[in-house]
């Protein structure tokens, strides 16, 4: 066989990019962690006193600097031996509570690969992994990965693109928020429409008792209320607004969980669903954006979906087409994609 020592070259190149990327993952955990990146963002500093700042081990910073510059993650200054946060680096890095946290994504990733054991024999059996069975970090940080797009979009553009929504939410109406995780898009809800009432669920236990914490270190427990229950048996009815976010996909019975939403709304009430951005073909998401959410769905979505009943197991990439065969299968006569981000796909869904 007569390889092309180029395409041989262009490919270990990337295998040693991904490499890089797949090591570094543990640094920038380890920044998010103990505070290097907020502690850099006060100004330039050698690893000595980075070190200082943050009560660490100058040895350990000294490495951990050289790999984030080395990776593009922090700048270096080589005749003056400092290290520093350009704007965009301290944007990107430092503020988990900001519209966008880079550290977040990486927790979610080292905790959904605790679980590589478990996925290889599922690969073998066929057999799934429940949500609730991951390590802790896979919900610290999917909230800390999602809740920054929440931050920055959900109630300042994805509700303003639902038709009269907003309005009902400002005068007083009531809110599901189904597979709520650990509450963030519920807070935000409840924080933004303080005369509506939000009423939010996950089948995972653990999720719901991080997610009363949350509401009540946010003051909100007055109209933010949360309960153990599954998306196709949440209870109460009526509702203005209920909302799926990044969730359906991961569900064994994504169908019956939308014939019970299509039930619980009110008859002029407004289904939001935030899924992933996808196309509806392997060939429009095959993209960074797409690697990233079908890696991810291989050991988080799928797993999940095939460990419940239902027979569904869409995954993160699963495209428009899909969610909306599901969204009509349920009931509803109206479906559009209202908003769209680089990661994520906003639909509205009316009876």
Not at 85 to 98: C, K, R, S, Y
Not at 102 to 116: K, M, Q, T
Request: net charge negative; aromatic share 10%; hydrophobic share 45%.
């Amino acid at each position: 066989m007569a390889l092309d020592m180029d395409k041989l070259n262009a490919f270990v190149g990337r295998f040693a990019g991904d490499l890089g990327a797949t090591v570094a993952a543990g640094a920038v955990v380890v920044g998010h962690e103990l505070g290097l990146y907020t502690a850099l963002a006060e100004g330039p500093a050698t690893a000595d006193e980075l070190a200082e700042r943050t009560g660490t081990h100058a040895r350990y910073v000294t490495e951990w600097a050289r790999g984030q510059a080395a990776g593009g993650y922090v700048e270096y200054d080589a005749d003056a031996d400092r290290y520093r946060l350009n704007e965009e680096q301290a944007f990107a890095l430092t503020d988990p509570d900001g519209p966008l946290y880079v550290p977040g994504a990486f927790v979610l990733a080292l905790g959904s690969l605790r679980s590589v054991p478990r996925i290889t024999e599922a690969f073998r059996t066929g057999g799934g992994m429940g949500w609730h069975e991951h390590d802790e970090d896979v919900f610290i940080g999917c909230e800390l990965f999602f809740k920054p797009g929440y931050v920055g979009n959900l109630t300042t553009s994805w509700i303003p693109a639902l038709d009269g929504v907003e309005e009902k939410l400002g005068a007083g109406a009531r809110i599901a928020d189904i597979g709520c995780g650990l509450g963030a898009s519920s807070v935000l809800m409840a924080q933004a429409y303080p005369r509506s009432l939000v009423s939010a669920s996950d089948y995972h236990e653990g999720s719901i008792e991080l997610a009363r914490k949350r509401a009540a270190d946010a003051g909100v427990t007055d109209r933010a209320t949360f309960e153990v229950a599954r998306a196709d048996s949440f209870s109460g009815s009526g509702y203005d607004l209920v909302t799926t976010f990044d969730c359906l996909h991961d569900m064994g019975d994504p169908l019956a969980a939308a014939r019970h939403i299509r039930s619980a709304l009110a008859s002029d009430g407004t289904w939001l669903i935030v899924e992933p951005a996808a196309g509806d073909t392997v060939a429009a998401n095959l993209n960074p954006v797409g690697r990233v959410y079908y890696s991810f769905s291989t050991f988080l979505c799928v797993p999940n979906a095939v460990s419940q009943a239902g027979g569904f197991a869409l995954g993160a990439q699963a495209g428009e087409a899909a969610i909306r065969r599901v969204v009509t299968d349920a009931g509803f006569t109206r479906f559009r994609r209202a908003a769209a981000t680089p990661f994520n796909h906003v639909y509205e869904a009316r009876p």
